[in-house]
DNA sequence: CCTTGTCATGCAATTAGTTGCATAGTAGAT
DNA sequence: ATCTACTATGCAACTAATTGCATGACAAGG
């Protein structure tokens, strides 16, 4: 019971098709919450059949015919009572921690391989978010209520990636120490 | 294919019954990665027809027999060959930051409290790593190569809750900030 | 012309994970 | 006496999510 309040999250900023919320979903909100498509496209059913979406179809030219949501009322009441009831906690699922773990028992030279590829992809993201708070909230400090919660995620997730490139530059100087050493 | 090998670990550190892994996924390991006690039953009966694992039945007074898991030499070789495979790059799925986004959609009041309780979580799980670390490696700067895994790992937490109670505090500030201006 | 990429939607099969239930003995508290 | 909590293992039913496949049109590059 999860994907179908981010969806309506989505929605609720914007109508859109499933086509759409993929893509979103690979981007902005995906960066807090993967969906593939199929995903999307199933749940998206079974929400219009709960009423908390409403689906119209539209023509296109050049272009096949979308099918673009619509967050109805209900749907909004939905939100609107998810938001109040209160966040179960959340669990990590981190496999590249069990991997660090796996240290003594696995190839030494092959993670940090690995830890450079995550920094590199911490790296990456972060430069996203700083581009992305740089072009759609270039006045952090004179928000107005639409804009607070995706500011907000924008620097939760800015937090996030600079303690993870934090540290990989441990770990990395743990253990490129440790192969200096034996050397 | 991740709780396979997140058990690996947790039985190449030490031999364990199925109760005793739920445990452990309920503190040290859980911290990184979640699983329940039907789902570990599962997967090492699983295991045990791969020949990763291997089970024997010891008998207790006072208390029900237990099933002793301990890892094969082809369950090392796994784990080996395992950590020699690129991590997939893993996708967060935070609830919490989805609900932040729908502050302008959604409960403000009810929001600040689900803030607080997240915070208070992070506060508590950081005391936890921080006994943890001074339990465990009273010496970071003296660890031996058996040790490193665990310590790093523990490292990744504590950075990881105090980002995220900095990320709390963030919007704690910008939300009791509004309200206050509102009155 | 042919391949690759984008737009657009979806089904089917499988695997992973959760929830609920069942059993059974011991120990300690009320 | 009774209730709660801990140790210990597991099945069954269900829901969520992934993987693989299918279709079809248009646009751009080689």
Known sequence: ??????????????????????????????????????????????????GWVASEVVAQDGRPDKKVYAITLAGREELALWTSRPTPAEHLRSEFAVKIRALPFGDPAAIVQDVHARRSAHLDRLAYYEQSAAKHYPRPDQLDDAEIGGWLVLRGGLLAEQAGIAWCDEILQRLTASEATER
Not at 7 to 18: P, Q, T
Not at 24 to 36: L, M, T, V
């Open 1 to 50: 019971m999860a994907i179908e309040h981010a969806i309506l999250v989505s929605l609720a900023e914007r109508s859109a098709s499933g086509y759409d919320l993929a893509r979103r979903f690979d981007a902005s909100i995906g960066h807090f919450w993967k969906a593939s498509h199929q995903q999307i496209y199933k749940v998206l059913g079974r929400m219009e059949g709960d």
